[in-house]
Structures are given as C-alpha cells and as structure tokens.
C-alpha cells in the first residue's frame, strides 16, 4: 500500500519561506512522477508543481512559478517542495500526489495516491 507523508507546514509572515516534504513507501519511487497541489477553504484542489520520476523535467502553475521549487530525492524516496516569497493567497491546505506515470502532469486525475496534507498559513 502506498503512503504518502507531508510535513514542513506551518505559519510564516508574508515574504518569508517554508520547505514542504513528502516521504513516500509502497512502491518503487523513482518509477514515478509527483506532483504538490493545494486546496484553499472554500476552493477547489489545483495545481502548484510537478517532476517527473527522475527529476529532469518540472512544471509550475503561473501564479508559483519563480518562487517555489520542486525537487526529488530518489536515494531517499522524498519530494520536496522549497517556498520563498510566500504571499497570503498561498494559505491553503498542501497535498502531495503519487503520479501513476512518469512524466509531468498537471492534471490531479492522472495521479493515484494522495497524502493528508500540511497546513501552510500566510499573515500579512
């Protein structure tokens, strides 16, 4: 059975950092790509960030792109997720997804296994 554990939440004012982790078991990592979402109260789940099973590629949703980072440790089967320049409309609910491919994918219905998620709260 896979699993997926998000850690790395937290409260942070705005323009600071937080560095989001996800451990992964069940089955081999590296086989696939991950990806981070976020679901704000009130809000539908969406799309921050994606890498494929051995990292070379990465995708952003626009409203990240250039101040998160994705990245993987295949020795260490974890995915993490480096936020800098943090804005209070990045207060959400963080979930980390288990792809069932290996490649990018923004689309949350490509991805099998979720975890429970980390709280990320942003005061102004």
């Known amino acids: 059975q896979v699993q997926l554990v998000e850690s790395g939440g937290g409260l942070v004012e705005a323009g600071g950092s937080l560095r989001l982790s996800c451990a992964a078991s069940g089955r081999t990592f590296s086989n696939y790509a991950m990806g981070w979402f976020r679901q704000a109260p009130g809000k539908e789940r969406e799309f921050v960030a994606t890498?494929?099973?051995?990292?070379?590629?990465?995708s952003y949703a626009d409203s990240v792109k250039g101040r998160f980072t994705i990245s993987r440790d295949n020795a260490k089967n974890t995915v993490l997720l480096q936020m800098n320049s943090l804005k209070p409309e990045d207060t959400a609910v963080y979930y980390c997804?288990?792809?069932?491919?290996?490649?990018?994918?923004?689309?949350?219905?490509?991805?099998?296994?979720w975890g429970q998620g980390t709280q990320v709260t942003v005061s102004s």
């Open positions: 890498i494929s099973w051995r990292g070379g590629s990465t």
């Open positions: 997804g288990q792809s069932r491919g290996m490649l990018v994918t923004d689309q949350s219905r490509n991805y099998d296994y």
